[in-house]
């Protein structure tokens, strides 16, 4: 028995208040009938609006067209001879070259079910014969947007791929570049302290300690840019294990002692082991981290730092707090990006970077990270490790 007519007469007025009033996308069009007057007649009503229509007879020929050309979208009928509708669709959605085209099924079908099998074989749409001229180009142009929204879409994708392959490239170069005459500086500083140390008065000798510590602070930067770079990838191997929190912290504040100077240092550890899960190496390097940007933010005379470690329900807590000028509110959130330049009174700067490390390394661990501060009023870095 043949097929209700694929299209009911209607008059050209109708037809041209309608192209009038409606913008138009227009693509490549693949449409698949197996009867000719059908795929004739398709393309005589697509052509003229712009799209290029090319045809398939049988599903069989639709899957080999797709492999010469991709077009924006397929018209696809669901009754035809050996391949049907729903299998093409199928095989068209499970392959990734062409999974993201738009499929419009052309049916005659009304039953719930037959539409369910076309929205489970990935039918994007549907047009029920008898199709109208509207709603063909109606359903094609937002199909044709669709198909160039994804086409858009995958393109910028493939540029930040690029760009993000330039970028690692370009880190890598700058590292390389560095750890050379930086290594060489280095050494050559140890050298003038080993042979001329003593020899030396105080304001030189000074000034010599102050050039080693900024080599190695530099060098500290750089294998911070290769691990916040390696976190962001997910390339850093973190090893959970559990462990004693406490002492983590004790052996990560314990080489920082000479670098308080006259700031006061209180030290607050449960009695009791305290057992968490986690990387001990990266909370150390977190706990080590959050010290130095206090000791670096408060008064060489008048500093007072407190690191505490608090049992929590379900997790350990461990704050660093001081007394140091404070951070505004609205940086509060964004002390923890890269590269984020905050400032005291003094002109005391911090890249960003050792806190965006912490904030990194607690995320690999499904840790949590904050602050909490009032300008003028001291500091609270914490973060959250889970119990064991």
């Known amino acids: ?16 208040g309608f192209i009038e009033n409606t913008p138009l996308s227009t ?13 004739i007649l398709l393309k005589d009503w697509l052509g003229p609006y712009g799209h290029q229509v090319t045809t398939a007879s049988s599903g069989l020929e639709a899957l080999q067209a797709v492999e010469t050309e991709l077009p924006d979208v397929i018209v696809l009928d669901v009754r035809m001879p050996g391949m049907d509708g729903f299998t093409v669709c199928e095989k068209l959605k499970s392959n990734v070259r062409t999974s993201m085209i738009p499929v419009l099924l052309l049916t005659s079908l009304h039953e719930r079910e037959d539409r369910l099998r076309g ?18 180009l109606l359903r094609v142009r937002n ?17 930040i791929t690029r760009q993000e392959y330039l970028k ?3 880190l890598h170069m700058i590292v390389h570049d560095l750890r050379t005459p930086l290594s ?22 000074h000034c010599l300690q102050q050039a080693l510590h900024a080599s190695q602070k530099l060098g500290h930067q750089i294998d911070l840019l290769l691990d916040i770079h390696r976190l962001e990838e997910g390339h850093m191997p973190v090893k959970a294990v559990a462990h004693d929190l406490s002492e983590v912290v004790d052996k990560a504040v314990s080489p920082l002692r000479p670098l308080f100077g006259d700031r006061r240092l209180q030290l607050d550890c449960p009695s009791t082991r305290l057992t968490v899960m986690g990387d001990p190496g990266l909370l150390g390097r977190v706990v080590s981290n959050l010290v130095g940007n206090a000791i670096a933010f408060t008064s ?9 470690v608090l049992p929590r329900p379900g997790c350990a807590r461990v704050e660093v707090i001081d007394n140091g000028p404070g951070i505004e509110l609205a940086n509060q959130q964004a002390i923890f990006d890269k590269f984020f330049q905050a400032s005291d009174e003094n002109n005391t700067r911090s890249s960003g970077l050792g806190l965006t490390f912490c904030k990194l390394a607690m995320d690999a661990q499904k840790g949590s990270i904050g602050v909490i501060s009032e300008p003028g009023a001291g500091s609270q870095f914490w973060f959250e490790v889970p119990a064991s």
């Open 300 to 308: 060489p005379l008048e500093g007072a730092i407190s690191v505490r």
């Open 27 to 39: 693509g490549h069009i693949l449409v698949v009938d197996d009867e000719a007057p059908n795929r």
């Open 184 to 205: 060489a500086m280095d050494g050559f500083l140890q050298l003038l302290r080993m042979n001329l140390g003593e020899k030396l008065g105080h304001r030189p000798a």
């Open 119 to 136: 929205m489970r074989a990935g039918a994007n749409d549907f047009l029920l014969k008898p199709v109208d001229l509207p709603d063909l």
């Open 1 to 16: 028995m043949p097929e209700s007519p694929i299209y009911p007469p209607q008059s050209n007025r109708t037809l041209n």
């Open 168 to 170: 690692e490239s370009l």
């Open 143 to 159: 199909a044709v947007r669709l198909r160039n929204l994804h086409n858009e879409l995958e393109t910028k994708l493939q540029e």
